[in-house]
Each structure stands twice: as C-alpha cells, then as structure tokens.
C-alpha cells in the first residue's frame, strides 16, 4: 500500500531526505553568477550571449539524443557528475579570466558553462518526476525562491569573491541530488526509484507540443530583446532594481506555495501565463511611457517574469512527463531550448540593432516588435483547451476518471490506481467507498446521521477522495457552497478532518462486509 502522505508542509521537511530537491536552487544560484553577472545588470552582455547559445544547443541536442535513445540505467548518474564538474570547471576559467583577460579563458567559461549549466539542470529532471504533483510545485517554487535570495547576496558581493562562491554550488547541488534521489517518496515510489509512466499525453495531437514550444519561444524572443533595450547594452540595476527583481520572485513563488499547497486550490497553467504577460507588459509600457530613470525598474519586473518562467516552466514539464512515456529529458530539453534559444535570438537582435543605432532611433518600433512576440505567445497558450487529453496540474484520479468515463466498459488502466502524491491521506484509500458505493454510503449518512441530501452526497463525495473543485463541478455548485455543505457535514458526523470521515465510511464498509 503506499505511503501515508503528510498533511502539512512541515510534515513534509520532516521526511528523509526531502529537503534535499531544494539543491536545485544551487543550480540556479550558480547561473546568476555565472551566466547573468550576479543580476547586478539585465545580464552580462556578449558574455551571456555566447554561453546561452552553447547552454540551448545542449539542451536541444541532449533532448534529441534522449527521444532517440532511452536512459542508460546510469545515465542520471553520469549526468550529475558531467554536469558538477563542467559547472566547476567553468567557473575556474571565468575567474582566470578576470585576471588574464585573454580569449581562449573567456571561450572556455563561454562554452563549457554553457554545456555544463545544461547537464546541471538535466541532473534534477530525474528527482522531480518522482515527485507527485503537489511536492513538485512546491519544491520547486521554493527552490526559486531561494535561488532568487541567494542571488541577490551574490549581487553584493565583488565578482571575485561571487565567483569563489558560486563554485561550491555544483557540489552542493550533488550532494543534494543524491539524496534526493534517495529519499522514498510518497505516492509507492520507493528510494531510488522512478514512477510508472501514466501516458495520458501520449494521445494529445502533435501540434499541442508545437503550440507550446512556439509560445516559450515568442515569450523568450520578448524577454530577449527587453535585456539589452534600447542599444543591445545591458542596463545596470541599481540596489532598488535587484531588491525589485528577486524579492518580487520571492513573493510570488511562495503565493504559488501558499495557494497550492497550503490551501490546496488547484494551479492553472493559464493563470501562471497570465502572470507573466502582465509582467512583461507592465515592464514594457515602462519602457515606452517612461524611458531614461524607470528603465532599470522596467528591467526588473521584465527580469521577474524570465526568472518566474523557470518555475513555471519547471512543473509544467514535470507535470507532462509524469504523464507520457516520452523520456523526461527529451520533454524538459526540447522545451527549455525553445525558451533559451528564443531569447537569445532576442538578445542578439537587439544588441546588432544597437551597433548599427537603428535600436536607438526607432525605439518604439522596438517595442513594437516585443509587443508582437508577446501578443505571439498570448494567442498560442491562453487556451482552455490545451491541453486536450488532459489540464495541466489535475489530479491524476480526477483526470483518469474523467478520462476512462469516455470509454464505458472499458478496464481500468494502469494510471487509474495512482494518486497525487501531496494531496491528503484519503487519496490512497482503499476503493471500497468508490463508484457504486457512493450511493449507499450517501444513504447510510444520511439515516445514521441526519445529513441533508446535499450534505450527504458531499460527505460521500469527499469519503471517495476527490477534491473541493471537482464536487463543485460534478453537482454544479460553487466551492463555497460545497465548503458550506462539508463543514455542516463535519459538524453532525462530529469529525475534524478528512481523514476522520473516511474512517467513518470505511467502518461502514466493513461492517457491512460482515
């Protein structure tokens, strides 16, 4: 039987080796350094350029290999290790080029912290898929979030000693990685191990995953030309714009933890994407109704949707290759090459604008250009129905239901006996207050108990496991009046929790088993 899933986020902390998939922040911690000169401006300039591209080919060209090829049995390990050691090694170079100023250091740090940043990334795909969906989201937000504070000391410091410190973080993030990778999540995923594939996207139409690589692309060619705006150079940040960028990626990664995991409302794809378009349209009417001073500010808010996109980015992938049979790597590398390489595209515009003072000149038709990329990417993903098999973040049994009642008389299918991994204990009870015996648990409440109508066929509802969201649909009332039901529902059962009411109705069960 699988394992009991804690209630509360500290339960959570307080399981083996759990607190360890936060090492992803050291990833990014290391790439702000790295990568973005510690976000004490929009980015590094042709520094950034040069290894971005090198990080997006070896993104597109891993995920290639990997839809080609399945994993070695020692691939992850191999990749952990690749990517420790290249991400050190790169930053060895930036730091004797700071001293030598020579070509071949720059090239180096260029290209290998561009390879080694993408085995970096690569390393964690593995730990989170096997994660259920709630963990994911909050484990990687929280991992943003951390990121973001970490950066923002590495922005304070001098570049030397920033660099000194970032090379601790590829060890750490091993470190890490590797017990993350021990630790026996819930959800019947023993140490070790990776979950079954639930293939339900298998049978979404191809041009699902077009529109969605079009649209990080179009979203990453917008932020790309934002970091060098208007003459390809990159905009100093200021004390107030750092404390504006990574704070801002604080608050509204640990509202995204708040909301799913605290308060356990269901996370929309759309309501993220609309958070980042707003972000980058705020940024750019900034740009365009109050240039010269506001320009960092602009910058900033624009840089809070790019490093926001990492989060959402991140569980939307690992949410998808949960439920696929494609490898993880190819799911993660294909997508995160869009976004990469789609900015730098961006990048490298602006800044061969800039040389030739067109950029300057034509300001607005600059924006006009960013504003197209982003009307781009608006049109290509706020949809309802992408995706088509399946929302994005729904419940595993919720979904599978929904999707095998299309199908009567038809077995159950393998995804059909999971369940979401940080939703409560009841979710991984056993089937006996399923289907068929909603009605007689409906009606036993209702007689032992005095339970309204309405009162009773929540109660059953919440006994089988299914969520708030989906009892409102299903009897076509809001969560309001659901929440209502349930709480006068609770009060005559003289229960607290949902686990207590399930009790209930497995007693039941058994007492009418013998």
């Not at 740090?109 to 993408?118: F, L, R, T």
């Not at 006994?463 to 708030?468: E, W």
């Amino acid at each position: 039987m699988p394992e009991r899933e804690p209630k509360n986020i500290a339960a959570v902390f307080a399981q083996p080796f759990l607190a360890s998939f936060l090492g992803l922040a050291a990833v990014r911690v290391w790439m702000q350094s790295n990568y973005f000169g510690s976000y004490a401006q929009s980015d590094a300039g042709i520094f950034t350029i040069v290894n971005q591209l090198f990080y997006g080919l070896a993104m597109l060209i891993g995920a290639c290999v990997a839809f080609k090829r399945p994993s070695a049995k020692n691939g992850n390990t191999a990749i952990a290790w690749t990517g420790c050691v290249l991400m050190t090694l790169s930053t060895v170079f930036l730091v004797a080029n700071a001293d030598m100023h020579t070509t071949w250091a720059f090239f180096a740090a260029c290209v290998i912290g561009g390879i080694g940043g993408a085995f970096g990334g690569a390393t964690w795909i593995a730990a989170y898929v096997r994660l259920g969906m709630r963990q994911a989201i909050m484990y990687g937000f929280l991992s943003l979030a951390l990121g973001s504070v970490g950066g923002l000391a590495l922005s304070f410091m001098s570049p030397s000693n920033a660099s000194i410190t970032s090379m601790f973080m590829p060890a750490i993030s091993l470190l890490c990685w590797q017990q993350a990778m021990r630790a026996p999540v819930h959800g019947g995923v023993a140490a070790g191990e990776e979950p079954a594939p639930q293939p339900l996207y298998d049978r979404e139409p191809r041009k699902t995953s077009a529109l969605f690589l079009a649209g990080f692309a179009m979203f990453g060619l917008a932020l790309g030309i934002s970091r060098g705006f208007p003459m390809g150079e990159p905009v100093e940040l200021g004390i107030a714009g750092r404390i504006t960028h990574q704070l801002g990626v604080v608050a509204i990664a640990l509202f995204v933890v708040w909301w799913t995991c605290v308060q356990k409302k269901r996370l929309s794809f759309i309501f993220l994407w609309r958070i980042e378009i707003a972000l980058v349209a705020c940024g750019m009417l900034m740009l365009s109704v109050l240039p010269g001073q506001a320009a960092p500010y602009a910058i900033a808010i624009i840089n809070i949707a790019d490093t926001l996109m990492l989060g959402v980015m991140w569980v939307v992938l690992q949410d998808v290759s949960r439920h696929t049979t494609a490898n993880a790597l190819s799911v993660y590398g294909f997508a995160w090459a869009a976004r990469v390489l789609g900015r730098d595209v961006g990048r490298m515009a602006i800044l061969a604008l800039g040389a030739t003072g067109i950029a300057s000149a034509a300001a607005n038709v600059v924006i006009g250009i960013m504003v197209f990329a982003l009307a781009m990417s608006m049109a290509l993903l706020l949809s309802d129905s992408l995706p088509q098999t399946r929302k994005l973040f729904a419940p595993d049994k919720e979904a599978t239901s929904k999707a095998s009642s299309t199908k009567p008389g038809a077995s159950p299918t393998p995804e059909a006996q999971t369940h979401d991994s940080f939703e409560s204990a009841h979710t991984a009870q056993p089937a006996a207050t399923a289907g068929p015996e909603a009605k007689p648990i409906d009606a036993w409440l209702r007689e032992e108990y005095g339970l309204s109508k309405r009162e009773a066929e929540v109660a059953a509802l919440i006994a089988q496991g299914r969520s708030k969201t989906y009892i409102a649909e299903h009897l076509v009332v809001s969560e309001n009046t659901v929440r209502t039901h349930a709480k006068n529902a609770y009060a005559k059962l003289g229960v607290h929790s949902n686990q207590e009411l399930i009790d209930i109705a497995r007693a039941n069960q058994e007492h009418k088993g013998n």
